[in-house]
């Protein structure tokens, strides 16, 4: 199994930064994606970034391109999200997702049936 950690939440001003951070523990070999997902209230669950692990290829929502940043730590088994300009749009419950299917597993990159594990996510909320 793996497990997924999610930290660095928190509120925020818009135009503001924060640095979500994702740990994976367990049997992390044999991961080749991770993303970042946020779901708002009332809202479904969409995706924010990807990365390939092996290539470091990344992938953005048009909604964030040129404001986060997605990183991986690969000797740590983390992963980043950096979120700069931030606007009171980007509130919601941030959430790391992981799989260890090679390419896709039928549907897109930005969908959540492309992800097997799932953190328990942390909160940002930006104040305008």
């Known amino acids: 199994q793996v497990r997924l950690v999610e930290s660095g939440g928190g509120s925020v001003q818009a135009g503001g930064s924060l640095r979500l951070s994702c740990a994976a523990s367990g049997n992390t070999n044999g991961i080749y994606y991770m993303a970042w997902f946020r779901q708002a209230p009332g809202k479904e669950r969409e995706a924010v970034a990807r990365i390939y692990l092996r290539g470091d290829n990344t992938y953005y929502a048009d909604s964030v391109k040129g404001r986060f940043t997605i990183s991986q730590e690969s000797a740590q088994n983390t992963l980043y999200l950096q979120m700069n300009s931030l606007k009171s749009e980007d509130t919601a419950m941030y959430y790391c997702?992981?799989?260890?299917?090679?390419?896709?597993?039928?549907?897109?990159?930005?969908?959540?049936?492309?992800?097997?594990?799932w953190g328990q996510g942390t909160q940002v909320t930006v104040s305008s």
């Open positions: 997702a992981a799989d260890k299917t090679l390419g896709s597993r039928g549907g897109s990159w930005y969908s959540t049936s492309e992800y097997h594990y």
